[in-house]
């Protein structure tokens, strides 16, 4: 069965460091998402990308945040300037054309 | 944006049916009502997704109303592994958003 994977599994960063999170979509999806999960919160929505630009973004994706779709298999986010409070679980996901996203396994990422 | 209301726990024991319901008054015409699951430490699972009235698949029902403005998934028999986080979105591809979820127990 096909699966969305993300690179690293789990990334430590100094605060004000740039960090840049991996995806590989599954391959014939179209539309893919970012979301971040606190420790114990709720799945939060950053930010969809569909035909090589952002679809939709919150309020949390902001300047700070970029995604690429460098190469037509890889989708990054990358944090500018990291802050303590980035700390987080990163799930990448993909979807086709229907209503089922499909989610990596997630990038831990902890900001020292 | 619709906006989605759920039970923040509940708890059940092996073998019951169990049913969570999700609000969503705010509801748009093209939007559809997708169930996630998930397990601590990985990422949400689809569940299931419907329009209006009922769905089944091999894992759950899910039940709209005609006037859409709530659902409500059915998992029958839950075992001690039907234990998670149970998350209904209401939206479109392009903007698919968590609420808080209902976390379930399922006792033995």
């Known amino acids: 069965e096909p699966e969305v994977t993300q690179t690293p599994s789990h990334q430590v960063t100094q605060m004000g460091q740039e960090v840049i999170l991996r995806c590989v979509p599954i391959?014939?999806?179209?539309?893919f998402y970012w979301y971040r999960q606190i420790l114990g919160q709720k799945v939060e929505f950053l930010v969809s990308f569909y035909n090589n630009e952002i679809s939709e973004k919150s309020e949390i994706f902001d300047d700070q945040f970029s995604v690429e779709r460098p190469d037509g298999s890889n989708f990054t986010l990358k944090i500018r300037s990291t802050k303590l409070e980035d700390s987080a679980m990163y799930f990448c996901?993909?979807?086709?054309?229907?209503?089922?996203?499909?989610f990596g396994p997630g990038t831990r990422l902890t900001v020292t | 944006l619709a906006k989605t209301t759920q039970p923040i726990s509940m708890d059940s024991y092996e073998g019951q049916e169990v049913n969570i319901t999700c609000s969503h008054n705010?509801?748009?015409?093209?939007?559809?009502i997708t169930w996630y699951q998930q397990f601590p430490s990985q990422g949400p699972r689809f569940i299931i997704q419907?329009?209006?009235t009922k769905v089944t698949n091999e894992v759950a029902s899910l039940f709209i109303p005609a006037d859409r403005k709530s659902s409500t998934l059915s998992l029958p028999r839950v075992s001690l592994s039907d234990t998670a986080v149970y998350y209904c979105l209401v939206g479109r591809e392009g903007d698919m958003r968590f609420g808080a979820g209902t976390r379930l127990t399922v006792k033995p």
């Open positions: 419907g329009y209006k």
């Open positions: 705010n509801i748009a015409t093209n939007d559809y």
């Open positions: 996901a993909s979807l086709l054309n229907d209503y089922e996203q499909y």
């Open positions: 391959s014939n999806h179209l539309y």
